[in-house]
């Protein structure tokens, strides 16, 4: 199957700072990604949608300002998380979807830590 | 609204004994469902799709429109089907997972 690409697996930071989560299609071109959020012990929630060359879509209650998405390039979409803060701390997932078809593949995920 | 509901947050089944893992749905319209799986310490990958009807790693779900349902099947219960299954539907061109179920089979 395609491979998606996630990095870094794990980040640590201090409150305050600004993380950037990058996602990449290896082999394979995605117009769309997508990004989700997992809680310990719960499922995946979707945070938006990453479209490429235009800016992305985000669910109800998810903050623009605060998880920015920026999809510059048919591999590459980047979650920036701004002011990071302790209840910021989670797992971070992304996707991307194959082309004409509604099959997605998983990034491993980035273990985000907030000090 | 719509959305997939596994009513199970634990499912343990002694190994060789058949499993069910259950998802309700609730669409408008013919929907698009999926099953997905994460091993321990390995990322989500899909496992079957309603649409394709295949059979994968002995697991089976069929679309029960009548029952809004898309439970997962396998007749007998191997140690490594122990993982986290999520139910999914396809809405609005996003997938939107149930809360999930943990398989747990034992030996």
């Known amino acids: 199957g395609a491979v998606v690409s996630q990095h870094p697996s794990w980040v640590i930071c201090k409150s305050g700072t600004s993380v950037k989560i990058e996602c990449r299609s290896l082999d394979f071109q995605a117009t769309t990604m997508f990004w989700y959020r997992q809680f310990p012990k719960q499922s995946l929630m979707l945070m938006a949608t990453?479209?490429?060359?235009?800016?992305?879509?985000?669910e109800q209650g998810v903050e623009k300002d605060k998880f920015l998405i920026n999809h510059a390039s048919l591999t590459l979409s980047t979650l920036t998380v701004t002011s990071a803060h302790p209840e910021d701390s989670s797992f971070y997932i992304c996707s991307a979807r194959v082309p004409a078809k509604n099959i997605q593949y998983f990034g491993a995920g980035t273990r985000l830590s907030v000090l | 609204a719509q959305r997939v509901t596994q009513p199970e947050k634990l499912l343990s089944v002694f190994k060789g004994a058949p499993v069910e893992l259950k998802c309700n749905y609730s669409?408008?319209?013919?929907?698009?469902l999926f099953w997905y799986v994460q091993y321990s310490r390995q990322r989500l990958q899909l496992l079957l799709r309603h649409i394709s009807r295949e059979s994968i790693k002995g697991f089976t779900a069929d679309l029960n429109k009548g029952e809004t349902s898309f439970h997962l099947k396998k007749p007998f219960a191997q140690e490594e089907d122990s993982a986290m299954y999520y139910c999914?539907?396809?809405?609005?061109?996003?997938?939107?997972f149930g809360k999930g179920t943990r398989l747990h089979i034992l030996p």
């Open positions: 990453s479209n490429e060359g235009s800016k992305a879509t985000y």
């Open positions: 669409y408008s319209g013919s929907p698009e």
């Open positions: 999914a539907l396809l809405r609005d061109d996003k997938i939107i």
